[in-house]
């Protein structure tokens, strides 16, 4: 059967270069991204069925492809971390696609060893490589998935357009972007506020309401607790908005910092074993099959060759030095390049091997979408920089330590290209596992992946660097984008190797981190809803404005779920509603890409503004929200539930 093809590959740059865009600028804005396989595999089964010879292990490439470009645009918590310290002021094309490609291909290759013991050889239920494998399964073929597919493209539009209309309407001022209000609270101070987004609100529905409701937890313990004791008492005659501000991004953030290091360790140590035992009787069976006891493999368990694989991860070392060497000129590793660089390869691959495995195991786990990579990132960036630390010290020459700063950012960078492809990578083998698809040729699919978006990423980058900066760089507007993994990713090294890391406030966090791990253990032993920790964490560390409309997206899901449980097909039912909630996301992150695109050319902050302010914008904007949402869901139900032709 046909797989894999040159029509499917120039498909999958095609829908790579859309969702990676739409994932850059929803990352930079929320700090979250969103999982690419399903809605590429039904664009790729609308596009291929015009051909009498698409398949579908095609359409399987395809969706590989598209979601490992996707997934890379991770890439986005740690790289900007360059511009908000001031080292880079933009994106050097090269050096970024360069870094972006190596980090994803050693992830391909790390997560390869891997597919044995966590794909073919557990029970892991990889949730997103399950569902994209049935959408490829029903697509296949069949008049009823025709039909589906073409319902589904239809829910996509709808929800795409509606999100870009609505972005559309609040930049031009008619209606408000945001609402916030400061208030006191006991001694102190602290807020409530949100965005009306149709992004966060498809988030929600994505991520579920166990993520939903721990997002919200964390939300409570960082404006309910945290914000109000740390503003506490009041300063006569303090302005609440920056006041509440200030303490929320000096100190509340890094309380977050601790409490998602402590869910990401605690992570690694619940899934050592299983993934130690899995590598174990994987290397057993390679053992057996190498003595010829195994016969001739099946097209669906032959890998890339093992010897390729190593052979790559040691060739891959020789760009990477001289990555390293190019981008620590200037410098003091420069003085001294051939032991700092050395020390730093060696890093690189044990920390991969390590990140690879946690990160493929969680992916498996609760899918790619809900999967500790922010926790990954600051694990990686704390070792980096205690690494430097141990060698020039902390503090000192500001200059070294900018230096030494970018350095650590950097390393962290090509690792974290590791952390983000194993991530989804396994997820796309489970999927081509169910589907019948050859393994080393959806190997290869993924490399192509990870060189698409690697050369997609840096100018997409650059341009919303261009058009609206990121907060706590130099020269940022008020307009600038969160970026919030990376400030906080930037912000560790620079404790760390500045000597001016606020240890007590990361020990609060691990704390409340422990506390959190606690519960969310004896509710699993209950048979509870669980309270996942890091999801907690990533709620005490973003702002309200980007957090408060997850939940209530959870919500939204929660019940349109239950219902479509009751419904004649209930998968495609439920599918639908993913449909949704995806286009609600690429909607409103292209459109953030497009206007990017106005700014920058007309040099206007506001380039759409029709007037200064409505000051009915906030309650007209309520309305209309909540209106076109819950208009839409209506929408949805009845294509959901509306008999499929057979």
Excluded at 244 to 253: D, E, H, I, L, S
Excluded at 426 to 454: C, E, N, R, Y
Aim: hydrophobic residues 55%.
């Amino acid at each position: 059967m046909v797989e894999l093809t040159l029509r499917g590959v120039i498909l999958g740059a095609l829908i790579t270069l859309v969702f990676t865009a739409a994932n850059v600028y929803l990352g930079l804005k929320i700090g979250l991204t969103f999982a690419t396989s399903i809605p590429a595999a039904v664009i790729s089964m609308a596009v291929l069925r015009l051909f009498a010879t698409g398949t579908i292990l095609e359409n399987n490439i395809v969706q590989t492809i598209a979601s490992a470009a996707g997934t890379l645009s991770a890439i986005i918590f740690v790289l900007p971390g360059l511009v908000i310290i001031g080292w880079w002021q933009g994106f050097p094309y090269w050096l970024s696609a360069c870094t972006i490609a190596l980090g994803g291909i050693l992830g391909v290759m790390y997560s390869v060893p891997l597919r044995r013991a966590l794909v073919t050889g557990s029970d892991l239920p990889y949730p997103e490589g399950v569902a994209a494998a049935e959408v490829l399964k029903v697509g296949a073929g069949s008049r009823e998935g025709a039909e589906e597919n073409q319902r589904g493209l239809a829910v996509i539009a709808m929800s795409t357009v509606a999100a870009a209309a609505f972005s559309i309407l609040a930049k031009t001022r008619l209606i408000a972007e945001e609402a916030a209000t400061f208030f006191k609270l006991g001694a102190g101070a602290t807020s409530v506020s949100t965005s009306f987004s149709m992004a966060l609100i498809g988030v929600g529905h994505l991520v579920g309401l166990s993520v939903g409701v721990a997002m919200f937890f964390g939300l409570l313990i960082s404006w309910v607790g945290i914000v109000p004791y740390l503003t506490a008492p009041l300063p006569a005659g303090a302005d609440l908005a920056t006041l509440v501000g200030t303490t929320f991004r000096m100190k509340a953030r890094f309380i977050g910092a601790g409490t998602i290091g402590v869910a990401a360790i605690w992570t690694l140590l619940k899934i050592l074993g299983p993934i130690v035992g899995g590598i174990r009787s994987a290397m057993a069976a390679a053992r057996v099959r190498k003595g010829g006891d195994g016969g001739l493999l099946a097209l669906t368990e032959q890998d890339l060759p093992i010897g390729i694989v190593f052979g790559t991860i040691l060739a891959s070392l020789v760009p990477i030095a001289v990555l390293l060497w190019v981008f620590a000129q200037g410098g003091p590793i420069a003085l001294h390049p051939v032991p700092i660089i050395g020390l730093t390869l060696v890093y690189i691959l044990v920390a991969g091997i390590v990140i690879a495995s946690v990160c493929g195991y969680m992916a498996g786990l609760i899918g790619a979408s809900n999967s500790p990579i922010s926790g990954v990132g600051i694990l990686a960036v704390l070792g980096a920089s205690l690494i430097l630390a141990a060698i020039y010290g902390s503090g000192g020459d500001p200059k070294q330590s900018q230096a030494l700063i970018a350095y650590a950012l950097f390393t962290t960078a090509i690792i974290f290209g590791v952390a983000t492809i194993s991530n989804d990578n396994l997820q796309d083998l489970k999927t081509g596992q169910l589907v019948g698809a050859t393994p080393w040729k959806q190997q290869i699919a993924l490399i192509l992946g990870v060189i698409f978006g690697s050369l997609v990423i840096p100018p997409v980058l650059d341009l919303l660097n261009s058009a609206f900066g990121f907060a706590g760089a130099p020269g940022a507007g008020p307009n600038a984008l969160p970026a919030p993994q990376a400030a906080l990713i930037s912000a560790l090294a620079k404790g760390v190797l500045g000597g001016d890391l606020d240890w007590g406030l990361i020990g609060i966090g691990a704390g409340i981190g422990a506390v959190v791990i606690v519960i969310d253990e004896a509710l699993g032993r209950a048979g509870k809803l669980r309270l996942p920790p890091l999801a907690v964490g990533m709620g005490i560390y973003l702002p309200m404005a980007l957090t408060l409309l997850i939940p209530v997206g959870a919500v939204i899901g929660h019940l349109y779920n239950r219902w479509a449980l009751r419904q004649s097909h209930p998968e495609f039912a439920e599918r639908m509603g993913v449909l949704m909630a995806t286009g609600f996301i690429v909607g409103e992150s292209l459109f953030g890409v497009a206007f990017a695109g106005i700014v920058a050319a007309t040099d206007s902050d506001a380039p759409l503004a029709l007037i200064a302010e409505n000051p009915w914008g906030a309650i007209m904007s309520v309305i209309l929200f909540f209106g076109v949402i819950a208009a839409l869901y209506a929408r949805l139900r009845h294509q959901a539930s509306a008999p499929l032709a057979v």
